[in-house]
């Protein structure tokens, strides 16, 4: 097992699953997770700005404009650091587990 990591859940994941996309938004998530964790932020209300950005897109993508970019980018974002705070921080909980 030592050429696999604990990725996300717990569960152990092969290096080769976890991509440039995947590194990168870890990266921002570290990088802008204490600042959001200071300005009193938590894990669930980052959650239902995900799903806001979720919503958003499907509605860019609808009405045939470029937002859904933005969107997609802010929303990817939430989905990574909703988790990273919540093991950060040690906010978790089984609702927030389950709602993410």
């Known amino acids: 097992m ?12 092969p290096p080769n699953y976890i991509g440039y996309a995947d590194s990168f938004f870890y990266y921002l998530s570290f990088k802008l997770g204490h600042y959001v964790h200071n300005l009193g932020i938590t894990p ?9 950005c979720n919503i958003m897109t499907a509605w860019s993508i609808l009405n045939d404009n470029s937002y859904y970019i933005i969107s997609v980018f802010m929303g990817t974002l939430a989905d990574a650091m909703d988790g990273f705070n919540a093991r950060q921080f040690n906010q978790v909980s089984k609702y927030g587990a389950l709602f993410d």
């Open 44 to 52: 669930n209300m980052i959650t239902f700005f995900g799903l806001y």
């Open 2 to 13: 030592s050429s696999q990591n604990t990725w996300e859940i717990g569960l152990p994941v």
